[in-house]
């Protein structure tokens, strides 16, 4: 009998490796290879030829039933994210940094499921029955109609929730859960890869929507969600500092919906409370207008936010000057510097650099090239920008500024938190007067020259 081979697995990537190394060379990260044993086969597993395959054409669909509709849990915030509810029969994961309160959110969400008429049962596989009705009390949620179950064997989970049929089934978290036929310790990516396949395998045989929680660690230690990311339908992943109060739930795969749609809640005493205008919040404790502060009118997803770039420009000590950035693409800063030296003629050699979004947000959006650039001068040149005017727009290498999208919907939420002008590049489409005056730009040296009169 051959001798069963044991692998190396990354347990950042998932990538298998022949042998053990301290740098995992598919995705470059340090310390994440462990041995492991392979995926034995499993009993009643049968060669692949059997005559199991059977097709069907895309009209004979039409004639089946309708598929039963999304479940809206009655939080606003976390239906839209989903894209308008939870679908029947799919996987979710809801992946996040341990503390963030993915456990809190997935109760909350359990309970408004319950109230709103479906059976859902929670899993917890950290805590026990009573720790998890000890945080519902606290949640003022100690009186919903959800099942809690405390148990790690995946295959006793699975055996309950066949008998019970829920509509959603809730499993905190999916690196403590583990299957006998898989020799690894929980946590591991065997064990974590074979939970989350039996688990949605089981959500499209019985029609139930499953939410599985992951941990992701910085330092890839536990399995990383990463590698359930491509079994599952949606997955969102949970967001925000620490210190800060302000949650961000953002979908970053949807096969329902628009990925990068965002939720916002807020953490309290009592749970998460959700935001349900964002824009005022993250403004709401902006100071008198203040040099390197500029507000960006972006969008996330389907939605528009408002939230303040702040940059801060000092002489450096450093033979190579401090290019710090919070919230923003590092490499993204380092190019509208460029930009801004080679086509405007601006430079920030012998400056320490210093950029941060406010409010613990983090902004992916291209749009936000031209704010930046704003709050850039705006602090080296120790001038402020008017307070009652937002800036948003694409910056190219040339200097050249790009129309970006949605700007009418941009200008309206503007216009609804009390701006009333705007800097954009010149062609973005507008629709009626949304109440705020535009300037349009061309370029960086134009837009220099008007702002700050270089
Ligand atoms: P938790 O949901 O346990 O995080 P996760 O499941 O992602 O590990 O959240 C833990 C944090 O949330 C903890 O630091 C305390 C905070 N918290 C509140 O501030 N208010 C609350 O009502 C609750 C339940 C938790
Ligand atoms: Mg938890």
Not at 318 to 340: C, E, N, T, Y
Not at 363 to 390: G, K, M, N
Request: charged residues 20%.
């Amino acid at each position: 009998m051959a001798k069963p081979v044991t692998q190396f697995i990354c347990s950042a990537c998932g990538a298998v490796h022949k042998k053990w190394s301290g740098r995992c060379d598919a995705c470059g990260d340090w310390n994440t290879i462990t041995e492991e044993a392979p995926l034995s086969a499993g009993p009643g597993k049968t060669s692949l030829g059997a005559m199991k395959g059977k097709r069907i054409g895309l009209t004979d669909l039409r004639t089946q039933e309708t598929p039963p509709p999304r479940r809206t849990s009655g939080m606003a915030e976390l239906d839209r994210v989903l894209g308008g509810g939870l679908v029947p029969a799919s996987a979710t994961l809801v992946g996040g940094d341990p503390g963030i309160g993915k456990s809190t959110l997935l109760l909350q969400a359990a309970a408004s499921f319950a109230r709103a008429g479906a059976k859902v049962i929670y899993v917890s596989g950290e805590e026990a029955t009573a720790q998890v009705r000890m945080r519902a009390q606290r949640l003022g949620l100690a009186d919903s109609a959800v099942m809690l179950a405390a148990e790690t064997n995946l295959r006793d989970i699975l055996t309950t929730l066949e008998a019970e049929t829920p509509d959603l089934a809730i499993i905190d978290s999916i690196q403590t859960m583990w299957l006998d036929t898989v020799e690894a310790a929980p946590g591991s990516v065997s064990q974590v890869r074979a939970s989350a396949h039996e688990l949605t395998s089981f959500a499209k045989r019985r029609g139930v929507a499953v939410m599985l929680v992951g941990h992701v660690t910085k330092e890839g230690q536990i399995a990383g969600p990463r590698v359930v990311e491509h079994m599952v339908d949606t997955v969102l992943y949970f967001e925000g500092e620490r210190g800060h109060q302000f949650r961000i739930l953002r979908s970053v795969k949807n096969r329902f919906g628009p990925a990068d749609e965002i939720g916002v809640f807020e953490m309290t005493g009592m749970g998460l409370a959700e935001v349900t205008n964002p824009s005022a919040l993250f403004l709401s404790d902006r100071e008198t207008p203040a040099p390197g502060s500029v507000v960006f009118a972006g969008i996330e997803g389907t939605r528009p936010v408002l939230v303040e770039i702040q940059a801060l420009v000092a002489p450096s000590s450093l033979s190579q000057p401090r290019r710090a950035v919070v919230g923003w693409d590092g490499g993204r800063l380092s190019m509208i510097l460029a930009v801004l030296e080679a086509r405007a003629g601006i430079s920030f050699a012998g400056l320490d650099v210093y950029l941060n979004i406010a409010g613990g947000m983090r902004i992916s959006e291209p749009a936000a090239d031209l704010a930046v650039a704003a709050a850039l001068l705006s602090a080296r040149e120790d001038a402020a920008v008017p307070h009652d005017c937002v800036v948003f727009g694409e910056v190219s290498l040339s200097g050249a500024l790009r129309p970006v999208s949605q700007a009418e919907n941009r200008l309206k939420e503007a216009a609804k938190l009390g701006f009333s002008s705007a800097i954009a590049p010149a062609g973005c489409k507008l629709g009626a007067d949304s109440g705020v005056r535009m300037q349009a730009m061309t370029d960086l040296p134009g837009f220099v020259g008007e702002i700050f009169g270089a």
